[in-house]
């Protein structure tokens, strides 16, 4: 049987509740300069390239609860007051962005590992954006406390709305229906096939055409040759991640291609589609040194 222990529909109805570590981390990404509810990735790379000096003020202001639950301090819950309230004067955007991210680290460790002690499981599924953001070894990993650990693949608010339906499949269903039921998954490839579509896109788009014959050893030609391959076949892997459907290739050799395609899709030099040396002006805009590789997370 579900049995919440805090939260519910009642946290809801705070538009920018204070104590939620996601808002806390899209603030920073909106005082970075970046799009909050987007953009949190961004800060996450960045966060690789500096060093946590504000972490100690940051994590002052939150406190995780006897029975799990993490608070603050903040008398605001807009976003600008509370990341002005820890945003220490002088720190620079890639200290800031490593403070926050140690900070969210910690808490999210010490919460899970007084919610292991509480319910005694020994089973731990997490879902939702933090958990993207997070080092691999959580709470639960390091004290090895946790048997297994499960990790929802879709990011975001899709997440709840499987999560609900689940919920509800097992409170309908019961225990026992829910364990018989359980398989695995064949593969992840759940989202939309447009393959019905591409005669219509064809006479849209006249320089589209369909090529059969050896597509493998046609895409290792044209890698071979300096070009970039982008898959597009079959249905959309479910998540953000590419798993051979809609994937984009390049060869390492030649940086150009590094850059074109970065200039293309439009990425940071810290948050790169695929890694590179930094550039002199990212170097100036966030205090970074050139030719400096990440060490610490992130990326």
């Excluded at 100690?56 to 939150?62: A, G, L, S």
């Excluded at 807009?78 to 945003?87: A, E, F, K, N, V």
């Excluded at 393959?195 to 219509?200: E, I, Q, S």
């Excluded at 970039?228 to 390049?250: D, F, K, Q, W």
Aim: charged share 25%; hydrophobic share 40%.
């Amino acid at each position: 049987m579900f049995e919440g222990l805090f939260g519910g529909d009642e946290s809801l109805h705070a538009l920018f509740p204070a104590h939620s570590l996601g808002n806390l981390y899209g603030f920073f990404t909106q005082a970075l300069g970046f799009t909050m509810d987007r953009h949190e990735g961004k800060l996450t790379g960045l966060s690789a390239f500096g060093e946590a000096k504000a972490a100690e003020d940051i994590k002052r202001h939150f406190r995780v609860e006897e029975n799990g639950e993490i608070s603050a301090d903040f008398p605001s819950h807009t976003p600008c007051g509370i990341s002005r309230l820890m945003w220490p004067s002088g720190c620079r955007a890639k200290d800031a962005a490593a403070s926050v991210q140690l900070v969210l680290e910690e808490l999210v460790c010490e919460a899970v590992e007084k919610l292991l002690r509480i319910t005694g499981t020994r089973s731990v599924a997490v879902a939702g954006g933090i958990f993207c953001k997070c080092a691999p070894q959580s709470g639960a990993d390091r004290n090895h406390q946790s048997r297994t650990k499960f990790s929802f693949s879709r990011h975001g608010r899709r997440r709840a709305a499987v999560g609900a339906c689940l919920i509800y499949l097992h409170q309908r269903d019961g225990a026992s229906a829910w364990q018989r039921r359980r398989h695995l998954l064949d593969d992840v490839y759940t989202g939309r096939s447009y393959d019905d579509k591409f005669a219509a896109s064809s006479a849209i788009y006249p320089q589209v055409v369909r090529d059969g014959g050896d597509n493998i050893g046609k895409a290792v030609d044209a890698l071979v040759a300096g070009k970039v391959v982008a898959i597009y076949t079959g249905r959309m892997e479910y998540g953000p991640r590419a798993l051979g459907n809609r994937s984009i290739l390049a060869s390492p050799v030649a940086r150009e291609i590094n850059d074109s395609i970065n200039k293309r899709l439009d990425r940071s030099e810290f948050m790169p589609f695929a890694p590179a040396v930094l550039e002199d002006h990212a170097a100036k805009v966030f205090d970074l040194p050139t030719q400096e590789t990440p060490t610490r997370r992130g990326l």
